[in-house]
């Protein structure tokens, strides 16, 4: 376990808090997954990438984490709360399909965006159309427990009731007036509007109308279960009443969190997270990107360069290293050049991995420069430093351009490496391989990478060489301008001639 005190910001005490697990070493973290019914885009990319490198520090600091990220595919209804028409059932009408082949189509999709990001997957993905009378076992708890009630088939939470006893808008700082003032305000012709006993309720089961296709028996009718009730059911089967992390993007703050947070503790009397997580969002020209707005870009078109927005392709990891250089709890807006200027920033730290793993430590009586040493213990630390204050993953980044520095100056022989202490050299390799690859999961770009790509390179090289040693000067050019149109770059130094992916 590691001694550092890791602190992270928890949206439901406003603050930043020492992390401590209720039950260390093990960590219950919850991440609320995707709702099924399209294409996986970029607003959904950053909270799957920021939690993944929670996971994976949280893992590297010796904790035992249980991730559990869900698939939504039932209930959640159009505009977020009990109206309107179930989104997956709605794509299945409008593509003529079974709401199961939605389903299984975009999981799929889902899962390979999520690959080629390099997410690791969660321990657990429980799907809320699998936990049916684990939902309805619960519905049936809060009922009893006098904070829902049934009308015409329907279960509604009565937020009046609970509020009596707890505090309904703590997480989201909502005040309970308001949001009834507010929730009466709406037109009341809205389905289901007048069988709740007050506007602000929410649903925790709906009865099926004759058209609807995703339906089960339940005490009540037969119909489907709310959006909300379907996460608090599957966290608290997996990881307990009570639980360490629960994460998702700032959109889901209300109403999804806070009802979560109802339904939990109107079901068994706790309150089921001890820290809240919100990522912040992903903007275009200051608007929310969202599918309900219109102005999304999906993973596949920022992979393949196909929508009108972007001017190139962009590769996953130059949407992850997009992604991870800015703290997760600011605003990032997307443009191109943003993206490009991440592209150059992300093929740098590569070529400085790729030379961190060609550089030989040898034995020599040269004189240690102290200066040196004391610049890698610096960076190294920042390194950490950024990470353990509330994942701030941009400073972590910049303490990788520091030693970025140091590795491009052995490279090119600015710097001898005989002037870095042993042990030194030593904690920078291991400090930036760690980082870069385990931490931040970056890596060399599928095609680009492994044995094939150094063997290719090196016969390459070796022609080059032959061309120059013999001054053979247009075959040296064509072989440099051939490598360049692949994004490669041939270097001559003092150190040898070598190669990088071209910044």
């Not at 009865?207 to 009540?220: L, N, V």
């Not at 339904?263 to 903007?283: D, E, F, L, R």
């Not at 992604?323 to 943003?338: G, K, V, W």
Request: glycine residues 8%; proline residues 3%; aromatic residues 10%.
């Amino acid at each position: 376990m590691a001694e550092q005190e890791f602190i992270i910001y928890n949206t439901l005490s406003r603050s930043k808090e020492v992390f401590k697990p209720i039950n260390p070493p093990h960590v219950g973290l919850y991440v609320c997954g995707p709702t099924v019914y399209g294409e996986a885009h970029l607003g959904h990319a950053r909270p799957y990438v920021t939690f993944d490198v929670l996971y994976r520090y949280l893992s590297h600091l010796g904790y035992k984490v249980r991730y559990v990220r869900n698939i939504t595919d039932v209930g959640h209804l159009e505009n977020d709360a009990d109206e309107g028409e179930d989104k997956i059932a709605k794509k299945a009408r409008l593509e003529q399909l079974e709401p199961m082949e939605v389903v299984e189509l975009y999981t799929g999709s889902f899962h390979e965006s999520m690959r080629m990001l390099n997410n690791n997957p969660p321990g657990i993905e429980p799907r809320a159309s699998g936990h049916i009378p684990e939902q309805i076992e619960m519905i049936q708890r809060i009922i009893d427990n006098g904070y829902a009630y049934e009308s015409n088939g329907s279960v509604y939470f009565d937020v009046i009731s609970y509020s009596k006893d707890n505090d309904y808008g703590k997480l989201s700082g909502r005040i309970i007036e308001d949001l009834i003032a507010g929730a009466g305000n709406e037109r009341r012709e809205l389905e289901g509007q007048e069988e709740k006993r007050n506007p602000a309720d929410f649903a925790l089961w709906k009865k099926a109308d004759t058209y609807h296709i995703m339906r089960w028996k339940s005490p009540w009718s037969d119909g489907f279960p709310g959006w909300h009730i379907e996460c608090s059911a599957m966290s608290s089967k997996y990881l307990g009443e009570t639980f360490d992390i629960h994460g998702g993007g700032m959109d889901l703050v209300f109403p999804h969190h806070e009802s979560e947070i109802a339904q939990s503790k109107g079901s068994c009397g706790k309150a089921p997270v001890k820290y809240w997580m919100h990522n912040n969002m992903i903007t275009i020209n200051g608007r929310k990107m969202g599918k309900s707005l219109g102005n999304f870009i999906t993973l596949r078109e920022f992979f393949t360069g196909s929508s009108s927005l972007l001017e190139q392709a962009y590769s996953p990891m130059t949407i992850r290293f997009f992604i991870l250089q800015a703290h997760y709890r600011s605003t990032l807006d997307f443009s191109n050049e943003a993206l490009r200027a991440a592209e150059k920033a992300f093929k740098k730290i590569i070529n400085g991995l790729r030379a961190l793993r060609t550089i030989e430590k040898t034995a020599s009586s040269a004189e240690i420069s102290v200066e040196l040493c004391n610049r890698i213990d610096e960076a190294c630390k920042m390194a950490y430093d950024g990470m353990n204050d509330d994942m701030n993953t941009a400073v972590s980044l910049a303490a990788l351009f520091d030693l970025l520095k140091i590795i491009n100056s052995v490279k090119g022989g600015q710097i001898q490496l005989d002037t870095i202490a042993e042990d030194k050299w030593e904690l920078l390799r291991n400090t930036y391989e760690l980082f870069v690859v385990d931490i931040l999961g970056l890596k060399e770009e599928p095609g680009k990478t492994g044995d094939l790509m150094n063997n290719l390179m090196e016969v390459i090289l070796n022609d080059y060489n032959e061309a120059k040693a013999r001054k053979d000067y247009s075959t040296v050019d064509r072989i440099r301008a051939q490598v360049k149109k692949e994004g490669i770059i041939i270097k001559d130094s003092k150190t040898g001639i070598s190669w990088d992916y071209e910044e």
